[in-house]
């Protein structure tokens, strides 16, 4: 291929600024709220509650101390089993750990790539006693939130929801971050808005509102000195950092509609090669789009082994893999990422329970059909092997994008 590398590299997601993050920031510097308390922090929550439409949203550190005080709020106690998504960031799961519950992952459907609500159903067969439910809306696009909402309720189970990576997306007209009786939104620095690094915990209930307060300010009682009844956190957002996402939040629509683009034009630009794009449903869901990703054809993936740290490739004309491409965009100085490692594939969960869709599908023939069935019932492990997120970065210029998918088509052409 006669292409030239980037001179500059193009990010997977990196942060946009846009100058309103700054003079909040010194805003808080002017007036010297530059603590837990403040005015940005106020408005930044207040932003976020009107842009989801939740009563309550309470600022953190992270993302993953709003999932781990959700969880905590979900009641969680030692040996407790939660179902979770499994083709996700560890973040969506590792509160479970953090309160010594058992994670149980339930593998992803072909349509949405987030948790099956039929595995799911089949989970609360085979354990009615399971207490809450977490799911993610990875990418960004939603999962089927209805109809896992019906069947935690119908299970009298709690529904936290992750939108970390969803933060603007939309499903039957309701934005993700709603769905569960708790959520949680992330402000890390790959996200669509940042404030550097950052979370909530949104809800609509007023004492679940002043609890995650209450322990994210390590559990202090209303006396005259230091009064704990119970175990606190510092999980609390600075006023600085909010400051930086009461600027980002006056540009989340644009990243969504620039993000939109970007998902777009690889489409028509992969068309005619055996790639199809992280998949939705069009009726039901408008993704936040925040990550692009591709996933190959079985029939076109040149043969590709994975240790737990290393990946190799044998080269094939008219095919590719993930390995090949994500090797070939980091010498043209691009950076894309392998799907998410579903968390049954972790070796730190290795021996969790891991359930898929049960179907009556019979899995006859030869044992090289025997492996391809395989393959077919475990949805995350074969996303994993033949996907890929490509770059996604907002900042990226159309001539830049041309040339990612130019390099692309080179990797099946080669
Ligand atoms: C980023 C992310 C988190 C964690 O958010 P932090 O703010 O980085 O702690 C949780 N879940 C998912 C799915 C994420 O992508």
Not at 84 to 103: M, Q
Not at 195 to 209: H, K, Q, R
Not at 229 to 256: C, D, P
Request: proline share 4%.
């Amino acid at each position: 291929m006669d292409i030239q590398p980037f001179q500059e590299r193009v990010w997977l997601a990196s942060p946009t600024m846009h100058g309103e993050e700054q003079s909040y920031v010194k805003e808080a510097f002017d007036t010297n709220w530059v603590s837990t308390a403040g005015k940005n922090i106020e408005q930044l929550e207040k932003a976020v509650c009107e842009q989801v439409g939740c009563h309550y949203a309470v600022a953190l550190a992270s993302g993953t101390a709003a999932l781990h005080l959700a969880v905590k709020l979900a009641g969680i106690i030692p040996g407790d089993k939660v179902f979770c998504s499994d083709l996700t960031f560890a973040a969506t799961v590792n509160p479970v750990i953090y309160e010594k519950g058992e994670p149980v992952f339930i593998d992803s459907e072909r349509d949405t790539w987030n948790m099956n609500p039929l595995a799911l159903k089949q989970a609360f067969e085979r354990y009615p006693e399971t207490k809450a439910v977490i799911v993610a809306n990875l990418y960004g696009t939603p999962a089927k939130l209805k109809e896992i909402r019906t069947i935690c309720d119908e299970n009298h189970a709690v529904l936290i929801e992750d939108a970390a990576e969803s933060l603007g997306a939309v499903y039957h007209k309701q934005q993700t971050g709603t769905f569960g009786t708790y959520n949680a939104i992330s402000f890390n620095g790959n996200k669509i808005v940042t404030c550097s690094g950052g979370g909530m915990l949104l809800t609509n209930e007023d004492t679940a509102a002043e609890q995650v307060r209450k322990w994210s300010t390590q559990s202090r009682e209303a006396a005259p000195w230091y009064q704990h009844k119970e175990t606190g956190y510092n999980y609390r957002m600075s006023n600085i950092v909010a400051g930086i996402g009461r600027g980002q939040m006056l540009h989340l629509e644009e990243h969504v509609k620039r993000k939109r683009e970007i998902y777009f034009r690889y489409k028509e630009g992969f068309a005619g090669l055996p790639i199809t794009m992280n998949p939705y449903i069009e009726e039901e869901m408008q993704p936040n789009f925040w990550l692009s990703c591709m996933l190959i054809e079985k029939s076109a993936m040149c043969k590709q082994v994975r240790s737990d740290t290393e990946a190799l490739y044998v080269n094939e004309s008219g095919k590719s893999c993930p390995t090949q491409i994500l090797e070939t965009l980091a010498k043209y100085n691009a950076e894309g990422r392998p799907i998410w490692k579903p968390m049954h594939l972790q070796p730190t969960y290795h021996g969790n329970i891991f359930v898929t869709e049960k179907t009556e599908k019979k899995m006859a023939g030869s044992r090289e059909n025997d492996c391809i069935s395989n393959l077919d019932s475990d949805v995350g492990a074969d996303l994993f092997a033949r996907g890929l997120c490509l770059p996604s970065d907002i900042k990226m210029t159309r001539e830049q994008q041309d040339k990612i998918i130019q390099i692309v088509w080179g990797c099946f052409e080669g």
